[in-house]
């Protein structure tokens, strides 16, 4: 990813929320500036304490989280960034600015496919008035931010590109606007893991956000951001049983340890509740968890297929790789690191709000 | 659910995986007996560093956990029973109550509608094989269970009473069978939260498991085990944008606090992520969660229905009644318990495995 947008010349703000995890925000992060965006105030806590100065807040900022974002600038010295979209929040904003002495930073989200939140671009007196509003009322303007969300649902690359392109019109577009009635809008902020690797031109952009690439998983492999082969999270599962009859093999991971996430059923290749691999990450032929309860998955044959149940006696360790890591990962409360096939360390996830 | 079955005069052994908290647990056992199911050992240990003395861990067996299974037998003095549904797990536990000198108690797993696991009764030369294997191989052969995991599906209560006489029957002639070769089976376990809720005999039965019911959850109204005013966990969240044009109110509450369980989708009325309620829990009228991102809820109005948005600032709290209680308060690591409209505890969550 940093290779990608270094072709740009544009700086990468890793979204931490995928991985959860110091050690591998770590290993993300781009030095010296470190930026990083979060999707709860508990990960703004987490980053900062750990010595993250530079963080955006992700999710429209609600009133009674002000005095949280307030707390977690002062104790740890750290620039957190609030996001919204509505003249409400601005008010909100701009009074808790003025009653606390502290001027809290404000990118503006703004739509660029219909995906959720943000301004529609239409509606340009709403983005101005909402801006003229923090400015005015002493709160600090930042920029405008989008999320192309809506790009998880293409598979194409002429769709991914021409998304890509969108979402940097849409923002500059947003930013134009803004510049063009007087107002300063020093960062134009834009992505999502689809549309920062499908880009071909960041004109005007001044950062880029993305999180899954870090981890991959089948979704992303669907829509070409990776391969099955790069995808680095993987679910350790253990053979508890056998269906002979229906050509099944039971196995002690349900959707407690994979999720429910089932993002691969809107894609060509619908991988059901996962891809099931050997304990070196090898994927069998066309062999899927089809069903997941609470902490049983049933693996089977993809329907259509001419491969053949592997012979898995019960207690073979298999590897299952997720639909979604974000998903998957949200579901444990660390991560395993494996070289050589030997765990060398444990790397805890910080969850919860 | 003990009234129900005291009209049987069967005992319930709750299924402890709903809730995972021994403050949950305490209210739901029934003295002096205490009697539990678990779905992972990380329960078992648990529940029974907290006293409980009669547990069974109710996911198959599989030999690289007997370890672990004998560890909380003789750590916590506690009668912890295992379950499979083949010869090779049979022998697995033999060779290990013999090399341990420790007879594990096993139960066999009973398939009574194809759902996932358990010996067909179809197939009595493989029930009567496990039994005699564990039996002259020094095990304990406690007796069989089953659970009705495709009576989740039904919705008619004529379905489910059918279903319930089924799981009966079925479980009855698998001990008959077992006692008919000479081998004693004390125990016959049935249960599901459907099954249980709609017996009309449980004649031959010795015990029912049932677990989300201590909860309910929009899947259970669905099937009428419970109406939508009892269920009893749900998700605070706050309203942080609105979408005018669209009809949509944004929340902060996606799939990672709501699971991305989906459960009603297959019923009668599909309840798509969570219907909203307001902070005392009385529901808006078909207001949904349509969708669901990471830390993100899009809030609207059932397609088709008359009812309108209502009128919820941003910052406004609701609460979001779950399809699903198992997989919704998996997400979380601890219940804010709720009396008079105040927290008045949390309870925390035994959470991984």
Same mark, same amino acid.
């Given at each position: 990813?940093?290779?990608?947008?270094?072709?740009?010349?544009?700086?990468? *703000?890793?979204?931490?929320?995928?991985?959860?995890?110091?050690?591998?925000? *770590?290993?993300?992060?781009?030095?010296?500036?470190?930026?990083?965006?979060?999707?709860?105030?508990?990960?703004?806590?987490?980053?900062?304490?750990?010595?993250?100065?530079?963080?955006?807040?992700?999710?429209?900022?609600?009133?009674?989280?002000?005095?949280?974002?307030?707390?977690?600038?002062?104790?740890?010295?750290?620039?957190?960034?609030?996001?919204?979209?509505?003249?409400?929040?601005?008010?909100?904003?701009?009074?808790?600015?003025?009653?606390?002495?502290? &001027?809290?930073?404000?990118?503006?989200?703004?739509?660029?496919?219909?995906?959720?939140?943000?301004? *529609?671009?239409?509606?340009?007196?709403?983005?101005?008035?909402?801006?003229?509003?923090?400015?005015?009322?002493?709160?600090?303007?930042?920029?405008?931010?989008?999320?192309?969300?809506?790009?998880?649902?293409?598979?194409?690359?002429?769709?991914?590109?021409?998304?890509?392109?969108?979402?940097? &019109?849409?923002?500059?577009?947003?930013?134009?606007?803004?510049?063009?009635?007087?107002?300063?809008?020093?960062?134009?902020?834009?992505?999502?893991?689809?549309?920062?690797?499908?880009?071909?031109?960041?004109?005007?952009?001044?950062?880029?956000?993305?999180?899954?690439?870090?981890?991959?998983?089948?979704?992303?492999?669907?829509?070409?951001?990776?391969?099955?082969?790069?995808?680095?999270?993987?679910?350790?599962?253990?053979?508890?049983?056998?269906?002979?009859?229906?050509?099944?093999?039971?196995?002690?991971?349900?959707?407690?340890?994979?999720?429910?996430?089932?993002?691969?059923?809107?894609?060509?290749?619908?991988?059901?509740?996962?891809?099931?691999?050997?304990?070196?990450? *090898?994927?069998?032929?066309?062999?899927?968890?089809?069903?997941?309860?609470?902490?049983?998955?049933?693996?089977?044959?993809?329907?259509?297929?001419?491969?053949?149940?592997?012979?898995?006696?019960?207690?073979?360790?298999?590897?299952?790789?997720?639909?979604?890591?974000?998903?998957?990962?949200?579901?444990?409360?660390?991560?395993?690191?494996?070289?050589?096939?030997?765990?060398?360390?444990?790397?805890?996830?910080?969850?919860?709000?």
């Amino acid at each position: 990813m940093r290779q990608q947008l270094d072709r740009f010349a544009i700086p990468l *703000r890793p979204h931490l929320k995928t991985a959860k995890s110091i050690e591998v925000a *770590r290993r993300v992060l781009v030095a010296p500036h470190e930026a990083a965006m979060v999707s709860t105030l508990r990960e703004a806590e987490f980053y900062a304490s750990h010595g993250l100065r530079d963080l955006i807040y992700g999710v429209g900022i609600a009133p009674p989280k002000l005095s949280r974002v307030g707390e977690i600038r002062v104790r740890y010295c750290t620039d957190l960034t609030v996001v919204l979209d509505s003249v409400e929040q601005a008010e909100a904003v701009v009074s808790w600015s003025r009653e606390n002495n502290q &001027a809290l930073p404000v990118l503006i989200e703004v739509d660029v496919d219909g995906h959720r939140s943000g301004v *529609r671009l239409a509606d340009s007196p709403l983005l101005i008035a909402i801006a003229r509003k923090l400015v005015e009322g002493g709160a600090t303007l930042r920029g405008v931010m989008t999320h192309a969300g809506a790009s998880y649902n293409l598979q194409s690359a002429g769709d991914l590109i021409a998304a890509a392109a969108a979402e940097r &019109a849409t923002a500059v577009r947003a930013a134009e606007m803004l510049r063009a009635v007087g107002l300063a809008c020093p960062i134009v902020s834009i992505g999502s893991t689809p549309t920062a690797s499908f880009a071909r031109d960041l004109t005007g952009v001044t950062e880029v956000r993305a999180g899954v690439f870090m981890f991959g998983d089948l979704v992303q492999a669907g829509i070409g951001t990776c391969g099955i082969e790069d995808i680095a999270v993987s679910v350790l599962a253990t053979v508890i049983g056998h269906s002979g009859a229906q050509g099944r093999i039971m196995v002690d991971s349900g959707w407690m340890a994979l999720s429910q996430d089932r993002g691969t059923s809107r894609q060509t290749i619908d991988q059901h509740y996962g891809l099931v691999c050997d304990e070196g990450c *090898r994927p069998y032929p066309d062999l899927l968890v089809l069903e997941a309860n609470q902490e049983h998955g049933t693996v089977g044959i993809r329907r259509g297929s001419a491969a053949t149940l592997p012979d898995l006696p019960i207690g073979s360790l298999v590897r299952i790789l997720p639909n979604h890591a974000c998903a998957t990962a949200a579901q444990h409360d660390r991560y395993h690191v494996i070289a050589d096939a030997t765990v060398v360390s444990q790397w805890p996830r910080v969850n919860g709000w």
